[in-house]
């Protein structure tokens, strides 16, 4: 069997006094819909699992369908690896009887994983305290208090229609507190003006930490009769949903970070977007302590697990090792190609020349030329080379815990950003496939800093470069273009001269360009 020194990573995690043998757990969410899908993910690596959402009997629920779609924010992507997903679907259409039973056969036959139940119940006491300590009594790890499903629920003062009040938070949370002595965690929902503002309310109320996010209300599309999708019964009605899955990772990590920079020492568990060791890093990083995972399972399946657990624990490996310059986690430097093959370079006079019509004929000369007579003339540089130094690892791989919170510290607000360290674009002609899509880009959507030689097919940054890094963006080639930094000072084009202006300030007080 295949065997590295990656392998011997440890990425257990201990939140709240429990012991997660990894950080990637299930979220509430189809994947969790019974206690047997449950198993089976416990079965094939995940740490944890929260429970999908259940509730006491008088408040049980029926589906419509259909409910779960696929998203538009990736355009007419079809089949696996979605962008988005969005849903209408309730919360578990099973009993409470179900899940406390499932709760206690889990937590018996999977005694190193650890299972949350998730629970949701309206604006009362009675209520809350009675499914709170049913869970506690079944043998929960802990709770998820759902405050957040931003469809139906609502309508029934439930979900989102408690969690978007501060108020009500604290009044819930202290209400389980009371109830209960395990940890519990209040799930949280972006569809507010300020998220910070509910999870202050969810730790004064006693809560142990937070879940950020839930979904984002949405409605995904409409079709040319005006028809919505999902589109229910023979009416064609539809509501808004919950949109899921890489579309809202934006959202949840500006969630997740806002809540880490306000409350360093509260707990939060991840969820919106994570499809990856890298992106669940990212979320970790932010200031998460785990990652839940829904879309990405909706995606693939179960087994998408052991990628993640190999991928995280090669990213703390790699993070601890030496020689890794221009490394970005486990992808290695770019180096000069074109479709994949390295190449010279190759000029004549001061133009480079390209790899398309009657040119790419002139390089493949010089380049025959030069083999044959095995000189290196000054027209032609040797192809760099393709292998990377080993990013060999240089002492103990630090722990999970460590990653926590480490991007905090550099977001921020916008007056502490630096606006006299400026960068301007660099193309590597030698990777430019010659598309032109940065100079068009540039062209009708920024500064006009490009110009695209007529001959060659070359783009050229000029002077006017802001270094708003669009080109970047949109360029189809990985490292072709690059920013670097900027030679002379920045001195913005006003249009109009303005009266004053001293160190970006106009008459003493920040220029912005939204007035």
Not at 111 to 120: Q, Y
Not at 179 to 201: E, G, H, Q, S, W
Not at 460 to 467: I, K, L, M, P
Request: hydrophobic share 35%.
């Amino acid at each position: 069997m295949f065997y590295t020194a990656i392998d011997l990573v440890d990425i257990g995690i201990e939140v709240c006094g429990l012991k997660f043998p990894n950080p990637f757990g299930l979220a509430s969410a189809p994947p969790t819909t019974s206690s047997p899908m449950i198993r089976r993910a416990f079965e094939a690596g995940w740490g944890f699992a929260l429970t999908k959402t259940y509730s006491l009997d008088k408040d049980i629920v029926t589906n419509v369908s259909p409910r779960i779609v696929r998203g538009t924010t990736s355009g007419f992507t079809y089949g696996p690896g979605q962008g988005a997903f969005l849903n209408i679907e309730l919360i578990s259409e099973k009993s409470a009887a179900y899940w406390l039973q499932s709760v206690t056969e889990l937590t018996t036959d999977f005694p190193h994983n650890v299972l949350i139940a998730s629970i949701m119940c309206s604006y009362d006491e009675a209520d809350w305290t009675e499914l709170a300590k049913r869970s506690e009594a079944a043998g929960a790890h802990a709770l998820e208090l759902n405050l957040s499903c931003p469809h139906g629920m609502g309508e029934r003062g439930m979900g989102l229609a408690c969690g978007q009040k501060p108020e009500l938070v604290r009044d819930i949370c202290r209400w389980v507190r009371a109830a209960v002595k395990i940890p519990f965690f209040a799930k949280l929902t972006p569809n507010v003006t300020d998220i910070v503002d509910i999870a202050r309310a969810a730790k004064e109320g006693g809560a142990d930490g937070v879940t950020a996010t839930n979904t984002v209300s949405g409605l995904m599309g409409l079709r040319a009769d005006g028809s919505a999708w999902p589109a229910v019964g023979q009416e064609k009605r539809t509501t808004y949903g919950g949109v899921s899955g890489n579309a809202i990772r934006p959202i949840a990590l500006r969630a997740v970070s806002a809540i880490r920079k306000a409350f360093p020492d509260l707990p939060i568990l991840a969820t919106g977007g994570i499809d990856s060791a890298e992106t669940a890093l990212q979320f970790l990083q932010a200031g998460a302590q785990v990652a839940q995972i829904g879309s990405a399972v909706q995606n693939q399946d179960f087994t998408v697990i052991q990628d993640y657990i190999t991928g995280l624990k090669a990213l703390l490996y790699l993070d601890n090792a030496k020689e890794k310059d221009g490394w970005d986690g486990q992808s290695p430097p770019t180096f000069k190609h074109q479709k994949g093959k390295p190449v010279p370079h190759v000029q004549i006079g001061d133009e480079t020349v390209p790899f398309f019509g009657n040119y790419k004929t002139i390089r493949e000369e010089i380049t025959a030329d030069a083999k044959v007579h095995e000189t290196e003339p000054q027209t032609l540089a040797p192809p760099p080379t393709t292998k990377s130094k080993r990013a060999a690892n240089s002492g103990p791989v630090a722990s999970l815990e460590s990653f926590v919170g480490r991007a905090v510290p550099q977001i921020g607000a916008y007056s502490e950003l630096n606006n006299k360290q400026q960068v301007i674009a660099l193309v590597d002609e030698d990777m430019c496939i010659n598309c032109g899509k940065c100079y068009m880009a540039c062209n009708d959507s920024g500064y006009q800093a490009i110009t695209f030689d007529p001959n060659t097919h070359l783009p050229h940054v000029t002077e006017d470069c802001t270094g708003c890094t669009l080109c970047v963006s949109v360029c189809p080639i990985i490292d072709c273009i690059t920013m670097i930094k900027r030679p002379t000072p920045y001195k913005p084009k006003r249009g109009i001269a303005i009266r004053e202006e001293h160190d970006g300030t106009l008459d003493g007080h920040l220029s912005l360009p939204c007035q």
